[in-house]
């Protein structure tokens, strides 16, 4: 195998640590330990472990692997020159400076070295629809729950390949898809899902542009069958009153759902509401909050308005997604409830220069959304509370469009210009702080971070992103990509 040219200095301002110092025996213990569990021959030969099928990640005689770079970013606290990492059954199994390993270990071992190394990316709002376009009446017309899952298929695959090895879907096919990945019929990243948004008539989650009475009857959520549709396993559902919204939070849960999304307020490609007014009553989202957390699960709110972000808020949503009219009360708020901010500047930074995508009037809404976003972006940035990255792409079309399932990398670029992280703080965003959209109420993995015990989901770059984030724009620097333990991507 011929192996990449790996780096050997960094420069620029980032802090950067040295390879550690501390007692390595524990961790020589551990290598060891894995020395002494790998298939012996009769010769009592170590047998290397065959490495892993690309195509499927499907598991090996011996699941171990060594990992050697050049600059380890862990996702949370300081670089680290010269690292190497030991990965076994999924997780990170140890981790030390590559001077300190075992003689001959690589022998052994199957190695891989590489220039930078990272946790693999979240991203942290997306929409497995499988629609073409951004108008609603798609998904009820055109793009049937077969067609969409045929298109999703190719839209996970491409998600993996470009570094993003988990993704929050807040509204679309994604509990069923996920299904199929975990059982190897497709590949594609860790995905939790909320199943169906929930939506009040006249909401974000309607279809103005269709007869009123069969929206109901295939989104209602008292309408479980009807005319062949069963909301409660599609991307939206429409609920009013209490009732009706904890019957809602019921029916996804039963199908499997990892989180709860609601529209707390009025949308962009919605045709005829408001997004500076808020949706549902105060009554109806803390029905949908304290049903969604007694069965462990938090409530993440669509919200642009500032009613709809207090109103959310205080009903207790986990987190708010898009928040363009937030201020300083808004952020308030944010820190007495610990709550998480999901900016998804991706949507509205590349949705001004594509119309064709949808409604006139969801464009009209849509350029006057991105004249406030940039800047409360800004304001939670420098206030500092906790920030995850998703993009809100949700269309499948070929990953030559930039709005295209497959090319979340932006949003770590536009964290840095638009948001005024530094690349540290941005990629923190994007990996260590992304579980904590689920919550600590069961749902969120041990994602995130190059830690001991931690999944190994992991990526490398051929390029330094602390020098420059575009980097994640473009699939072809993603190098390697591990999930689970399991080699997907390899441009060796």
């Not at 290397?48 to 606290?77: A, F």
């Not at 509401?273 to 957390?293: G, H, K, M, W, Y």
């Not at 009613?307 to 708010?320: D, E, K, Q, S, V």
């Not at 994602?447 to 931690?454: K, L, Q």
């Amino acid at each position: 195998m011929t192996r990449r040219k790996v780096i050997t200095s960094h420069t620029g301002s980032s802090t950067i640590s040295e390879p550690c110092t501390t007692d390595l025996s524990s961790i020589n213990t551990a290598t060891e330990h894995i020395f002494s569990s790998l298939p012996v021959s009769e010769d009592d030969s170590p047998q290397l472990p065959r490495l892993t099928d690309l195509q499927t990640g499907s598991s090996t005689e011996h699941d171990t692997h060594l990992i050697n770079t050049s600059l380890l970013i862990p996702g949370r606290g300081k670089p680290q020159k010269d690292m190497s990492i030991i990965i076994k059954s999924g997780k990170i199994h140890s981790i030390q400076s590559t001077s300190s390993l075992t003689e001959g270990i690589s022998k052994f071992i199957p190695t891989t070295t590489v220039p930078v190394l990272l946790p693999g990316l979240w991203d942290c709002h997306t929409h497995l629809l499988g629609a073409t376009s951004f108008n609603f009446s798609e998904l009820l017309t055109t793009s049937p729950p077969a067609l969409a899952g045929a298109r999703i298929s190719r839209n996970v695959h491409d998600i993996l390949m470009s570094g993003f090895t988990s993704v929050r879907d807040l509204g679309g096919y994604a509990i069923e898809v996920s299904k199929a990945i975990v059982e190897g019929t497709l590949v594609g990243p860790n995905i939790y899902s909320a199943g169906a948004a929930i939506s009040q008539t006249s909401g974000h989650g309607d279809i103005f542009d269709m007869p009123s009475g069969f929206v109901t009857s295939c989104l209602g959520v008292r309408d479980t069958q009807a005319n062949g549709f069963n909301p409660a396993g599609g991307p939206l559902l429409l609920a009013d009153g209490e009732d009706e919204c904890r019957r809602a939070v019921r029916l996804l849960i039963r199908r499997g759902a990892s989180c709860i999304k609601v529209f707390a307020s009025g949308g962009v490609l919605s045709i005829a509401d408001d997004p500076l007014r808020q949706q549902f009553s105060d009554a109806e989202l803390r029905t949908i909050v304290d049903e969604a957390n007694r069965a462990g699960r938090v409530v993440a709110a669509h919200c642009h308005g500032k009613n709809g972000i207090m109103a959310a808020l205080r009903a207790g949503c986990h987190t708010i997604e898009h928040g363009t009219y937030m201020d300083d009360e808004c952020i308030s708020e944010f820190k007495k409830r610990n709550a998480v901010y999901v900016p998804t500047r991706t949507v509205v930074k590349l949705g001004v220069d594509h119309p064709e995508l949808m409604s006139p009037e969801s464009y009209r809404k849509m350029l006057e959304t991105a004249k406030h976003h940039e800047s409360a972006y800004r304001l939670a940035v420098k206030s500092g509370i906790k920030i995850a990255l998703g993009t809100d792409l949700g269309i499948s079309v070929p990953t030559t469009h930039p709005m295209a399932l497959g090319n979340s990398g932006g949003e770590l670029s536009y964290a840095v210009t638009d948001g005024g992280m530094t690349a540290l703080q941005a990629i923190e965003a994007a990996t260590a702080n992304a579980p904590d959209v689920l919550g600590d109420l069961g749902m969120a993995p041990k994602s995130g971070r190059i830690e001991v015990g931690y999944d190994a989901d992991l990526i490398a770059l051929s390029k330094d992103p602390l020098e420059d984030m575009a980097v994640f724009k473009h699939p072809k620097n993603i190098t390697h990509v591990w999930k689970g333990g399991k080699l997907f991507k390899s441009l060796e």
